[in-house]
């Protein structure tokens, strides 16, 4: 039994059991990882000196670059300040197009606590150490795991949480964002298709027909699709890195 099931039991209604760990190539999936990881966080010089590196890397590997243009668009298009204050708007004050796993299944509750603990304990028992700022289900960040530093620890956890992964896809896709693309292509890394709409991702999730969505906000139905909460504010702006590795976001 691998560590993340250990710690968390048997995954039920909102996740996926990872399988056994197998990937047909894994050097696509850690530079698709990677390329998520750099492309996900918040913009910054930095980021945007790494664009003509990940569309290399990503053509090496024979990945979907195109995929990934429209998105590199949105990033150069503009002066860098309009695109850090959208990306804070989408990502950061709206809670649909949440970065957090475990958010999309557990909103703000005790059992999202325990995934979270978990978690970092996958981190720790890797040898790495999280700023105290972190969120350790913040996507870029998993996936910066999943590429260099575990792929087998990072798969169990995007496919525990893939469909996550997949509300967030659908999400980014009907608000015409051109992340949509970029998720396309991280949920590709994973065993099967991608499910065409939010009925066949719950389906997936172990659920029956989608019936009342209940959450933060009850008129937005990409919202916490599984796990009713209770009234309150979003998760906390987690902002760091793995050992040291390049910062995801805003100080």
């Given at each position: 039994?691998?560590?993340?099931?250990?710690l968390l039991?048997?995954?039920g209604?909102?996740s996926?059991?990872?399988g056994e760990?197998t990937d047909?190539?894994p050097?696509?999936?850690?530079?698709?990882?990677?390329?998520?990881?750099v492309l996900?966080?918040?913009?910054?010089?930095?980021?945007?000196?790494r664009?003509?590196q990940?569309?290399?890397?990503l053509?090496?590997?024979?990945?979907?670059?195109?995929l990934?243009e429209p998105?590199a668009g949105?990033l150069?298009?503009?002066d860098?300040h309009e695109v850090?204050a959208?990306?804070?708007?989408?990502f950061?004050l709206?809670?649909?197009?949440?970065?957090?796993?475990?958010?999309?299944?557990d909103g703000?509750?005790r059992?999202?606590?325990?995934?979270?603990?978990?978690?970092?304990?996958v981190?720790?028992?890797a040898g790495?150490?999280l700023?105290d700022?972190?969120l350790?289900d913040?996507l870029?960040?998993?996936?910066?795991?999943?590429a260099?530093?575990?792929a087998?620890a990072?798969y169990?956890m995007?496919?525990?949480?893939?469909p996550?992964l997949e509300l967030l896809?659908?999400?980014?896709?009907?608000?015409?964002?051109?992340h949509?693309g970029?998720?396309?292509?991280?949920c590709?890394?994973?065993?099967?298709?991608s499910?065409?709409d939010?009925?066949?991702?719950?389906a997936?999730?172990g659920?029956g027909?989608?019936s009342?969505?209940?959450g933060?906000?009850p008129?937005?139905p990409?919202?916490?699709?599984?796990?009713?909460?209770g009234?309150?504010?979003?998760?906390p702006?987690?902002r760091?890195s793995?050992n040291?590795?390049p910062d995801?976001?805003r100080?």
């Amino acid at each position: 039994m691998r560590l993340l099931e250990r710690l968390l039991g048997k995954a039920g209604p909102g996740s996926l059991e990872p399988g056994e760990y197998t990937d047909p190539d894994p050097v696509r999936s850690a530079v698709i990882r990677q390329a998520g990881a750099v492309l996900l966080s918040y913009p910054d010089e930095q980021m945007l000196s790494r664009l003509g590196q990940v569309r290399a890397a990503l053509a090496e590997v024979g990945a979907d670059a195109a995929l990934v243009e429209p998105l590199a668009g949105w990033l150069t298009a503009r002066d860098l300040h309009e695109v850090q204050a959208d990306y804070v708007q989408e990502f950061d004050l709206s809670h649909r197009h949440s970065l957090h796993l475990t958010y999309w299944t557990d909103g703000d509750t005790r059992r999202r606590g325990e995934a979270l603990a978990a978690f970092k304990e996958v981190y720790r028992a890797a040898g790495c150490a999280l700023d105290d700022a972190e969120l350790p289900d913040y996507l870029p960040l998993v996936l910066e795991f999943a590429a260099r530093v575990d792929a087998e620890a990072g798969y169990d956890m995007l496919q525990r949480y893939r469909p996550s992964l997949e509300l967030l896809r659908l999400a980014l896709q009907e608000a015409e964002l051109p992340h949509a693309g970029l998720l396309a292509l991280i949920c590709s890394t994973l065993p099967g298709p991608s499910p065409a709409d939010r009925a066949a991702v719950q389906a997936m999730a172990g659920y029956g027909p989608p019936s009342e969505t209940v959450g933060l906000d009850p008129s937005d139905p990409r919202l916490l699709p599984f796990s009713p909460v209770g009234a309150g504010g979003g998760p906390p702006d987690p902002r760091g890195s793995l050992n040291g590795e390049p910062d995801h976001g805003r100080r």
